[in-house]
Each structure stands twice: as C-alpha cells, then as structure tokens.
C-alpha cells in the first residue's frame, strides 16, 4: 500500500467492485476490507458522494425543472436508485415550475411503500407548492409502472386537485431506466 497512490488505490477498488456504482454502494465491512482503506478514507468516499447529490440537488434548483425533463430523472436516478428499499419522494414546485424541495415522504420495504395523500398534501401546502412530481423506486431494478403505482398516483392526484394543486408526473425508477407516466399519458 505504501507505494500505490491514491488514483492506484482508486482504481483496485473500481476493479474489484466492477464498477463505481457498485464501490460506492458496497457494504462498508466489503469496502473496509480492501487494502490501503481504513475508517477515515471510506468516510472521506461517503462524504464525496453525498456532497456530489447535494450538488446535483442545488444545480437542479437553480434552473428550471420542466425546460429539461431528462435533467429531472437524472437528478431522481442519483438520489433514489440506491436505496435497498422502496421510497416515495415528491419535487415540490413554485408556480415558476422552480424546485422549492426535494423529500423523500415514505419508506416501506422491498417491494412496496406505504403512501398517505393527507401527508402529501399537508406537505405540499407547508411549501406552498403550485404543482408535484411524484418518485419512487423500484429495488428490483425494473422500471415498469405497477397497478398499485397508477392507484395511488390516481389517488394523490384527486387529494391535490382539492387544493389546487397540480401533478405533473410519476416516475419510477429502475436500475437503468426510469419511466415516466405522464409520457405514458397516464397523468
């Protein structure tokens, strides 16, 4: 370890792992186990990468979501395919279409997550939101929209109308892709 540099020591990890993604979402007892990696460089590598989400979250509200569709599932690739579990988050926005905040709202289990549209719609209302786009995850990587995804989208999209408050889409999100069901012309 003592004569490898850093970009050396990176580009193991990169190897043994496959790739970055996969290095970055390793288990840290997988990752604390390589040679040249203690405690203090695998929290330098956790930081880095939640400090590259946060740039994203704070380039995305400087611009406009709705100019650059792809720019939002980028953004909602980044922050939600990850996660073991499945979550449920919403972008809140101005009536601009500007981003007020990004929330992860619910986390449920492997392969479902509880949704509640009296919390989405207190929520919204605390923002002072105009108009949601919805985001969840799939674990199991596939981005195809479920029946119970359609419901509740159906569901939150009623609560919201009640406030005046407009959905604009739902995307799902899968290992590679992530779909959208106002492109599906569900919304």
Same mark, same amino acid.
């Given at each position: 370890t003592i004569n490898k540099t850093a970009v050396d020591i990176g580009r193991d990890l990169v190897a043994h792992f496959g790739s970055l993604r996969q290095l970055l979402e390793a288990p840290a007892e997988q990752v604390l186990a390589q040679e040249g990696i203690g405690s203090a460089k695998y929290a330098l590598l956790m930081a880095c990468l939640e400090l590259g989400r946060r740039h994203l979250a704070q380039s995305l509200a400087d611009k406009e979501l709705l100019t650059s569709p792809?720019?939002?599932?980028?953004?909602?690739?980044?922050?939600?395919?990850?996660?073991?579990?499945?979550?449920?988050?919403?972008?809140?926005?101005?009536?601009?279409?500007?981003?007020?905040?990004?929330?992860?709202?619910?986390?449920?289990?492997?392969?479902?997550?509880?949704?509640?549209?009296? %919390?989405?719609? !207190?929520? @919204? $209302? #605390? +923002?002072?939101a105009a108009s949601i786009i919805f985001a969840h995850n799939h674990p199991s990587g596939y981005a195809e929209p479920s029946a119970a995804?359609?419901?509740?989208? %159906?569901?939150? !999209?009623? @609560? $919201? #109308? +009640?406030?005046?408050?407009?959905?604009?889409?739902?995307?799902?999100?899968?290992?590679r892709d992530v779909t959208s069901l106002a492109e599906r012309g569900c919304i």
């Open positions: 792809q720019m939002v599932k980028t953004f909602l690739r980044a922050q939600l395919r990850h996660h073991k579990h499945e979550v449920f988050a919403a972008l809140f926005l101005d009536s601009q279409n500007r981003l007020l905040n990004f929330e992860i709202l619910f986390t449920g289990t492997l392969d479902s997550c509880a949704v509640h549209p009296r %919390e989405v719609v !207190k929520r @919204a $209302l #605390a +923002l002072h995804d359609q419901q509740i989208t %159906e569901r939150l !999209k009623s @609560a $919201l #109308a +009640l406030m005046d408050i407009r959905v604009l889409d739902h995307l799902i999100v899968g290992e």
